[in-house]
């Protein structure tokens, strides 16, 4: 968990730093600029900004402890979803099987 290093406003130094963004990530603005949590707690342990998308493995989007954040290959991720080609095609023959099984 972040916190803040100075008070501002309603927020004490010490209080958690960042909003629930209506996304459900926490969101912190450094220096005017807003960033993810997630991706902020990975640079901070690994010293690298991710290459590629961080996974919360439990899928809570707020959960952004180190154990719950895992870096997702967007190649691996590309391969598991199906193109829209192949999700039309594949339904396509769906129809074309009922068609023929019962005679629509």
Request: net charge positive.
């Amino acid at each position: 968990m972040f916190t803040r290093r100075v008070g501002s406003g309603h927020a004490r130094a010490g209080d958690m730093a960042g909003t629930v963004h209506s996304t459900g990530y926490v969101r912190i603005s450094i220096d005017g600029g807003k960033y993810t949590a997630h991706h902020l707690a990975w640079l901070y342990v690994h010293g690298l900004w991710p290459s590629d998308q961080i996974e919360h493995i439990n899928r809570k989007r707020s959960d952004n402890r180190l154990v719950n954040l895992k870096e997702r290959r967007a190649t691996r991720q590309r391969a598991a979803q199906k193109t829209r080609a192949e999700k039309d095609a594949y339904f396509a023959s769906l129809v074309a099987e009922r068609k023929q099984r019962f005679g629509w």
